[in-house]
Nanobody
Framework: QVELVQSGGGLAQAGGSLRLSCDAS????????MAWFRQGPGQDREFVAG????????KYTDSVKGRFAISRDSMKNTLYLQMNSLKPEDTAVYYC??????????WGQGTQVTVSS
């Protein structure tokens, strides 16, 4: 069973940057697409960014395009999310997981990102 541990969140001012990390205790399979999700206050969890198994393709939700960048280091079993030009509406708890949620991996504790205006 994979255990996902997210880190790197914190408090940032609007326009600032944060870099999130996701470490997998088990093997972060090089054959799996991975993704970041977030859940804002009173909102449903939503997809933010995804990356293919080999890092060759990425996908973003419209609201973060041009500001966020997802990447992965399969040797380190680590997934990253570089977040630039942060906005207050980016405030949320951020989670990583397999892009295909049918795998049923546990969500982990997430990492809180708070952006002040």
């Amino acid at each position: 069973q994979v255990e996902l541990v997210q880190s790197g969140g914190g408090l940032a001012q609007a326009g600032g940057s944060l870099r999130l990390s996701c470490d997998a205790s088990g093997r972060l399979s090089s054959t799996l697409n991975m993704a970041w999700f977030r859940q804002g206050p009173g909102q449903d969890r939503e997809f933010v960014a995804g990356i293919s198994y080999n890092g060759g393709a990425t996908k973003y939700t419209d609201s973060v395009k041009g500001r966020f960048a997802i990447s992965r280091d399969s040797m380190k079993n680590t997934l990253y999310l570089q977040m630039n030009s942060l906005k207050p509406e980016d405030t949320a708890v951020y989670y990583c997981n397999a892009a295909d949620l049918r795998l049923g991996w546990p969500w982990g504790q997430g990492t809180q990102v708070t952006v002040s205006s």
